[in-house]
């Protein structure tokens, strides 16, 4: 047996020696405390442009294969030649009132309203991972109200870089949460007016109302999340518990 086979642990190869000798503190640390990776803080805002504009790409694409469909039926004789004043009609837009802005309702098209329920889709899905990664190291919420403080705080901290400026609640289930400069609106204008830029917004903050229901819903909380804008760039969120919370 030679000096070299003497020095190997058993059951090593020669080469795996050298793995066996203690790691330093600095490398200890690294692996206790890995270096968090950043990313520019307005990725969120680019995100939040490309997302809508290939919402309502997809939005429409889907309507106008409804509507062929639709079309197709009734010259086949599957459907009445009224049905299709129900869903717009060719040349008519289907109008419909939804988001409160600037002390009165948005009237919204079809396609608008397909957008922004697509939008409050993908933001639920997002919001419900965000929730996972904000609260692993956080004890458990006692209560709603801790879990819309959470909210507040560290998910607003996390995507739009401040907390919410103001939070009130009548403590039978309904929260509302102000923010006086909300970020995904700040710089949002129309060279058609002020009318016309509340309805663009009305766009831009349905992602952010499914982020918050999706963060509820994580947290096991169901809720009914709606928006209203007064006036640029402000942005108040209304969380209504559903029956049971």
Wanted: charged letters at 25%.
């Amino acid at each position: 047996m030679n000096r070299d086979s003497l020095q190997t642990p058993r059951g090593l190869a020669p080469w795996a020696a050298s793995s066996t000798s203690l790691a330093s503190p600095s490398e200890l640390f690294q692996l206790a405390e890995p270096t968090a990776h950043q990313i520019d803080g307005v990725v969120m805002d680019y995100f939040l442009i490309e997302l809508v504009e290939t919402m309502r790409a997809s939005t429409e694409v889907a309507i106008k294969r409804r509507k062929d469909a639709e079309q197709e039926m009734i010259n086949a004789g599957l459907l009445p030649a009224s049905a299709s004043s129900s869903f717009g009609g060719k040349g008519k837009r289907d109008t419909r009132d939804s988001i409160m802005s600037g002390g009165g309702k948005i009237v919204e098209t079809e396609e608008q309203e397909g957008l922004r329920k697509r939008l409050e889709t993908v933001g639920v899905h997002v919001g419900s991972n965000l929730a996972e990664k904000l609260s692993r190291d956080k004890p458990r919420f006692t209560d709603t109200l801790d879990s819309v403080k959470f909210i507040c705080k560290d998910v607003w901290t996390a995507c739009w870089e401040k907390q919410v400026d103001n939070l009130r609640t009548n403590h039978r289930g309904v929260y509302v949460l102000q923010d006086n400069s909300f970020r995904p609106i700040a710089r949002l204008s129309s060279w058609d007016g002020q009318r016309e830029a509340l309805q663009h917004a009305a766009v831009y903050v349905a992602f952010s109302a499914g982020l918050i229901r999706g963060v509820l819903q994580r947290l096991g909380i169901n809720a009914t999340v709606t928006t209203e804008i007064p006036q640029l760039p402000q942005c108040i969120f209304q969380v209504k518990l559903t029956k049971g919370h």
